[in-house]
């Protein structure tokens, strides 16, 4: 089908649990494939059929979300169902699917895009990853996405961000089926500032799949792409020189107490409260 301009491919497999097409015990997956990428769309879904499941009928059909969201025509609602014997049966549903070719993300308010770091892995010595420079709330960030082989062409990505010095895993299975080369697979990454106080510290992250256009209306030197967003929050902190005395008059702001220390504890000593407690202890 064409959902906004994007040729897409959806893929249902139904996998005996018995390896054999007998009456029994079946997963179905559904996955989402665009040029030579492929991604699982929902959880399996788990079936007893007694009919052969080689004459299996599925209805898959896409709606349009929301208008008022950006960018503009990107937001779908997708269903699967399944026909046996004139009954139909919904498997999969999902109200959050965006996708598209090329949108328009310029209309994004205020986005701030990740530029990605040409060479920029190799020279942090981490061939199998991407680095993507941004700007977030003031503070400068590098988003790292990393890719691990997991066999017969499956992928998992990851995303962590570091900034300061500092760092942390954001997305961390994003699973993926490549058939060509995975470095060639690209993302599009942004964030969006939220209303907050002190100003710059909140901020909406977005990632989309970016992948090449093919099919009806795409031309051999169109430099045309079909983009899928994977993985969001709306509620990444990081900013700087975060003006903290905004908050008013009746904050209390704490002051260092002397220098760092470092206190070294026996293993057997560790607890989260500092002590070894015993069975009669109450839990804190």
């Given amino acids: 089908m064409v959902a906004a301009g994007a040729p897409l491919a959806f893929l249902l497999s139904v996998e005996p649990s018995n390896g054999k097409p007998t009456p029994g015990k079946y997963t179905i997956r559904l996955s989402l494939k665009t040029d030579d990428v492929e991604r699982p769309i929902g959880e399996p ?9 080689r004459k ?6 896409l709606f349009p979300g929301k208008n008022d969201v950006l960018p503009a025509g990107c937001l779908y609602s997708l269903r699967v169902w399944l026909r046996a014997n004139g009954v139909d049966h919904r498997l999969f549903g999902e109200d959050e699917l965006w996708l598209g070719a090329d949108p328009d993300f310029g209309t994004v308010e205020n986005a701030s895009f990740a530029c990605l770091r040409p060479g920029g892995a190799t020279a942090l010595g981490v061939p199998d990853a991407q680095v993507y420079d941004a700007i977030v709330g003031r503070a400068r960030v590098q988003f790292v996405i990393r890719w691990q082989p997991l066999g017969d062409r499956y992928y998992r990505y990851t995303m962590e961000y570091t900034a300061g010095g500092v760092g942390n895993i954001l997305m961390d299975d994003l699973r993926l089926r490549v058939e060509g080369d995975p470095r060639r697979v690209a993302f599009l990454v942004y964030t969006v500032p939220v209303r907050s106080v002190p100003a710059g510290a909140s901020h909406r992250l977005r ?7 093919d099919g009806p209306g795409a031309g051999a030197l169109d430099d045309s792409y079909v983009y899928q967003r994977v993985w969001k929050s709306d509620a990444f902190k990081i900013g700087a020189r975060l003006d903290f005395e905004v908050l008013g008059p009746r904050i209390i702001m704490g002051s260092p107490a002397g220098s760092p220390q470092t ?6 000593a560790r607890s989260p409260v500092g002590y070894q407690r015993d069975t009669k202890s109450p839990i804190v």
């Fill in 45 to 53: 879904v788990s079936l007893r059929l007694s009919v052969d499941p």
């Fill in 56 to 61: 299996l009928d599925f209805a898959v059909f």
């Fill in 207 to 213: 990632v989309w799949l970016k992948t090449r256009r």
């Fill in 263 to 268: 206190v070294v504890m026996e293993a057997a």
